[in-house]
């Protein structure tokens, strides 16, 4: 399998850390109730992704879901998640858990994904209930 995108993982500044605390906040989760993954138009249009897809990412270690969110802020051979979510939308299930040997931070930044399915969002029906 090819794995040849660059999968990245940052925060959202509405959730602090982990978010187990700001997603609590109503105003701050209203601004990002989920994660969205950030898609450059190009990448988007050889997947046939749209805004508000789900996209589902592979690495060599898992798979996760997101939401796309296209924009021309990112590489068209990069993707972009916030890890503040769990289950299947949890971003560092497709990254290396090694740990540095000095400083035990985990090595929760990156890794080499593909695309592994595209399907309109089920997450719109899922606020409906």
Do not use: C
Not at 73 to 91: E, N, Y
């Amino acid at each position: 399998m090819n794995y040849w995108i660059y999968f990245t993982t940052g925060r959202y500044k509405e959730h602090y850390n982990s978010g187990a605390q700001t997603r609590m906040v109503e105003r701050l989760n209203a601004s990002r109730p989920r994660p969205r993954l950030q898609v450059h138009p190009r990448l988007a249009r050889r997947h046939g992704i749209a805004t508000g897809s789900v996209v589902v990412l592979e690495s060599r270690r898992s798979k996760a879901e997101f939401e796309a969110e296209l924009t021309v802020d990112i590489r068209p051979d990069t993707v972009f998640a916030p890890f503040h979510w769990g289950g299947k939308q949890a971003a560092n299930k497709l990254t290396n858990p090694a740990l540095d040997p000095t400083s035990r931070m985990p090595e929760f930044k990156y890794a080499a994904v593909r695309v592994a399915g595209v399907r309109g969002s089920s997450f719109a029906a899922d606020e409906r209930r």
